[in-house]
């Protein structure tokens, strides 16, 4: 025999389904996403770019965050905003997961005076790409890195090195970023990447 939900089954969904509202708010998403990974304000600020008082102000929730501004410091930890206000790691292949690893490291260490110290072997790395990378969205992808180095546009760059979206992923296909990384750092990074 098949009986309704009593008085206490209805407010003990109510209350689950409260609770699962308020645990999906931007704040708890990114707190969520940080302790999970093991990522630290500061070390999340290096990643994208983003002023760690900015990212304190987030989790304490003195400043709105924008879903666009959520996925982009989730993608620094490996994770995409869905709809639904919940981390999810993407599909990508093991190539895309190596060259993502690779150039979230780089992220860490982009500052404007390394960058000007990379500046050389960046321009030697795009002068190579031109002369073999073929078809689209290749060519595109190579002519739109420049105006990012050339204006020295950082948070545009560890959106790029960062980034889980496909633009991003297609972007570091061609990378002048190879050889950047120490030997060391390199295989340190290529080891946890399985």
Not at 93 to 103: A, Q
Request: charged share 30%; hydrophobic share 30%.
């Amino acid at each position: 025999m098949l009986r309704s939900p009593g008085p206490t089954q209805r407010s003990s969904a109510y209350s689950k389904m409260s609770y699962s509202l308020r645990v999906s708010d931007s704040r708890s998403v990114l707190r969520e996403v940080m302790v999970s990974t093991g990522t630290s304000q500061s070390e999340l600020s290096r990643l994208s770019g983003v002023r760690q008082p900015s990212i304190s102000q987030f989790l304490s929730e003195r400043t709105g965050l924008s879903d666009e501004q959520l996925d982009r410091l989730l993608s620094c930890m490996g994770y995409r905003l869905e709809v639904l206000r919940r981390p999810v790691v993407p599909e990508l292949t093991r190539s895309e997961w190596r060259s993502w690893r690779l150039h979230r490291r780089l992220s860490t260490h982009l500052t404007p005076s390394s960058l000007v110290q990379w500046r050389p072997t960046i321009e030697r790395n795009l002068e190579r790409l031109r002369g073999t990378v073929r078809g689209q969205p290749h060519l595109r992808n190579l002519d739109r890195w420049e105006p990012l180095l050339d204006h020295g546009d950082l948070p545009g760059l560890h959106r790029i090195l960062t980034g889980l979206d496909r633009d991003s992923i297609e972007m570091r296909e061609v990378s002048p970023f190879g050889g950047l990384l120490a030997d060391e750092e390199r295989l340190e990074v290529l080891r946890t990447a399985g």
